[in-house]
T-cell receptor, first 117, second 116 residues
């Protein structure tokens, strides 16, 4: 069974602070995909990143960076110099690479990030 | 490309009524998904279409729920005899033909259903 845990329900920071959102996953598969999505108050899920399990290189995109640690089954997301526009709910998700139901995403419960001015 | 669109954005109905939601995927995306999201939770998978074929239905999709994608383009999700427990955000997503570099689901804005 697939499971994604986002232990941080809510995080509140002041603008320009760095913040890390944690994601821990469980799967018996040897290959899989991990995702992060952002859900602003408007409700639409916005795709941020997709990571293959066989590629453990960390990735940086502007103020966003992702740290994938297969040994600890974690895929953490860091926002550097946070801005008010970063306020949203962030979801981590897992998808199988092969086998049955290898198209559906299993989401965590999300982390509500509030960036205060 | 325009994104995934969903209509209506909001729907308020009385218990026992039928409701239908529509999803228009990104053009040329042959795969379409429906998810349901309740307050404080992540989206949960409901069903998946590849072209017009419905390939999987979650156990969450009771007999009162039916989804169609008649021509492999837009999809509809119908809920019959709505119950208060059906109140949720219904999200639609689409993805292109499977390819490692593009196998990502893109979501629409959702339809928020409130059953009174």
């Amino acid at each position: 069974a697939q499971k994604v845990t986002q232990a941080q329900t809510e995080i509140s920071v002041v603008e320009k602070e760095d913040v890390t959102l944690d994601c821990v996953y469980e799967t018996r598969d040897t290959t899989y995909y991990l995702f992060w999505y952002k859900q602003p108050p408007s409700g639409e899920l916005v795709f941020l990143i997709r990571r293959n399990s066989f590629d453990e290189q960390n990735e940086i995109s502007g103020r966003y960076s992702w740290n994938f640690q297969k040994s600890t089954s974690s895929f953490n997301f860091t926002i550097t110099a946070s801005q008010v526009v970063d306020s949203a709910v962030y979801f981590c998700a897992l998808r199988r690479n092969s086998g049955g139901s290898n198209y559906k995403l299993t989401f965590g419960k999300g982390t509500l990030l509030t960036v205060n001015p | 490309d325009t994104g995934v669109s969903q209509n209506p954005r909001h729907k308020i109905t009385k218990r026992g009524q039928n409701v239908t939601f529509r999803c228009d995927p990104i053009s040329e995306h042959n795969r379409l998904y429906w998810y349901r999201q309740t307050l404080g939770q992540g989206p949960e998978f409901l069903t998946y279409f590849q072209n017009e074929a419905q390939l999987e239905k979650s156990r969450l999709l009771s007999d009162r729920f039916s989804a169609e994608r008649p021509k492999g383009s837009f999809s509809t999700l119908e809920i019959q005899r709505t119950e208060q427990g059906d109140s949720a955000m219904y999200l639609c997503a689409s993805s292109p033909p499977r390819d490692r570099s593009t196998d990502t689901q893109y979501f629409g804005p959702g339809t928020r259903l409130t059953v009174l």
